[in-house]
């Protein structure tokens, strides 16, 4: 069983920054691979960001790429995504999740633990 906890969503204009952190806690998080999804109202779960185990191979969907960095801290159990030069189609609730396996583009059934979810809302 692996617990996740999301923080640091928030509501922020047009350019700005925000860092999402997601606190593991119940497994090892050094052996899971983990990654990002978010959802916006009226759509689907989407993909956004995945890591792998030892944190030497990321992806991201392409309309986030040179903007959002995932990262993870090992000594925290934690892992971050720092979203800077934010748009109003950034806004989403945004989850924290455990991965079976890394791939370019995951889905939600690749997802074996989900957190809570943060909102995220971009102001134009």
């Known amino acids: 069983q692996v617990q996740l906890v999301e923080s640091g969503g928030g509501l922020e204009q047009t350019g700005g920054s925000l860092r999402l952190s997601c606190a593991a806690s119940?497994?090892?998080?050094?052996?899971?691979?983990m990654g990002w999804f978010r959802q916006a109202p009226g759509k689907e779960r989407e993909f956004v960001t995945a890591?792998?185990?030892?944190?030497?191979?990321?992806y991201y969907t392409d309309s986030v790429k040179g903007r959002f960095t995932i990262s993870r801290d090992k000594a925290k159990n934690t892992v971050y995504l720092q979203m800077n030069s934010l748009k109003p189609e950034d806004t989403a609730v945004y989850y924290c999740?455990?991965?079976?396996?890394?791939?370019?583009?995951?889905?939600?059934?690749?997802?074996?633990?989900w957190g809570q979810g943060t909102q995220v809302t971009v102001s134009s």
């Open positions: 999740a455990t991965l079976r396996w890394l791939r370019p583009v995951a889905t939600p059934q690749d997802v074996v633990y």
């Open positions: 890591i792998s185990v030892s944190g030497g191979t990321t």
């Open positions: 119940g497994r090892t998080f050094a052996s899971l691979v």
